[in-house]
């Protein structure tokens, strides 16, 4: 599994579910998408789920009240009311924190600027590094071994952990705050203070393979990206085969991931979910490239909105998955806000695959099994797909 400072869940609560909020599969900033509840498709259960739902909120809305009311803090409060749930995503998030988050939707953040994935060993490899970056500054490069955090061996830990710490406490994540790292390059160790400074995202990247092969990485679905995939696809070269790369892919907004689909499908379902006992459907719009060849890379990383995508297209037999099991995030939260400007996430319920089948705990199975040599199966199987190659 792989991970980037910015989109981390704040460590103040629940910080072993990091990546819950800014990719939870938001249809837009503030606003949820929702699920079928019972996986029967009968619909036994949907009232009583959003009735589940509502009381929790009301339990949470009333714990914060009740603080406010004697002098205690609301946020605390609901915390300990939000952790009674039991939902590895629920969580709470100060205002500052909620804000960071729709900035990051936005496509902005404060970190160092580096990718990290924890190898087989257990040991922490920085796998990119954003140009500009104080780690671009710092001269880290791809390859080079993350061991510590400001001071803090992150040998073992997952990479979610580690995104967390250099990400930094809500209050110690501002621009030009300091965070040391211990590194190592072959045979030799040093250490690095970076200041974190204010960066944009960079999610979509676009590289030509030999033989006209075009490869589009999607890290995030932050605003602009779908349209970002939809030029991407009309610049390829004509017929040539597509890898859409959605390795470590964490998630984002629901709305850009329907973008994205549309860039390869001719209109048609893309997922359905529920709010509150509503039954509802995303689709993608018309005139998307339905013919030419699409490989779909994945792995353990790939999560939330970038399973819906995976999902929609190997359920209507656009792409052929290649890769390991995707993360298997289904859940949808919804936000509310509490008397003191922090928000709660609650989660509401869970989406579904065109074709009915349930991510949340599961994830998607690819089509074809690979590992390290990942990149190189979907160039082989793109042949086979008829790719001019």
């Known amino acids: 599994m792989s991970g980037r400072d910015p989109f981390c869940q704040p460590r103040r609560f629940r910080r072993g579910a990091a990546l819950t909020l800014v990719f939870a599969g938001v249809l837009v900033t503030g606003a949820a998408t929702g699920s079928f509840p019972d996986p029967d498709h009968s619909g036994r259960g949907t009232l009583r789920d959003a009735a589940r739902t509502a009381t929790r909120y009301d339990d949470v809305q009333e714990a914060a009240a009740e603080a406010m009311a004697d002098g205690k803090s609301p946020m605390e409060a609901a915390e300990r009311a939000v952790s009674r749930s039991g939902n590895r995503w629920d969580a709470v998030y100060s205002e500052g924190e909620y804000q960071e988050f ?4 936005d496509g902005e953040y404060t970190g160092v ?25 710092a001269g880290i490069r791809g390859g080079d071994l993350l061991r510590s955090v400001d001071g803090t061996g992150v040998d073992g830990r997952p990479v979610t952990d580690v995104v967390a710490l250099l990400r930094g406490d809500a209050q110690d994540a501002a621009a ?53 995939v939809r030029t991407a696809v009309r610049q390829a070269p004509a017929g040539a085969g597509i890898i859409l790369d959605l390795c470590g892919n964490s998630g984002g907004l629901v709305t850009e991931a329907v973008t994205a689909a549309s860039a390869f499908l001719d209109g048609g379902l893309v997922a359905t979910y529920d709010v509150d006992g509503e039954q509802r459907a995303l689709h993608a719009a018309s005139g998307g490239d339905t013919t030419r060849p699409l ?9 939330s909105a970038a399973e819906m995508l995976t999902g929609a297209l190997q359920d209507r037999g656009r792409a052929v998955v290649v890769g390991s099991r995707t993360f298997g995030k289904g859940s949808i ?25 349930t991510v949340d705990g599961r994830g998607i199975t690819p089509d074809l099994q690979a590992g390290q040599q990942a990149l190189e199966r979907a160039e082989t199987v793109l042949s086979g797909l008829g790719d001019p190659s």
């Open 102 to 105: 729709e900035e990051a939707l």
């Open 113 to 137: 600027g580096l990718w990290a994935r924890r190898e087989s060993d257990g040991r922490i490899e920085v796998t990119k590094v954003q140009a500009g970056s104080p780690a671009a500054a």
């Open 176 to 228: 030009g705050t300091t965070v040391r790292l211990g590194l190592q390059r072959g045979t030799r160790a040093w250490s690095e203070t970076l200041r974190r400074a204010r960066l944009s995202t960079d999610s979509v990247t676009v590289r030509r393979l030999t033989r006209g092969v075009t490869v589009i990485k999607v890290d995030a679905f932050t605003k602009g990206v779908g349209d970002a």
């Open 295 to 303: 490989v779909a890379l994945v792995d353990g990383g790939t999560m």
């Open 333 to 357: 939260q919804m936000p509310t806000e509490l008397p003191d400007g922090s928000v709660a996430e609650l989660t509401v319920g869970h989406y579904r695959t065109p074709s009915g089948h």
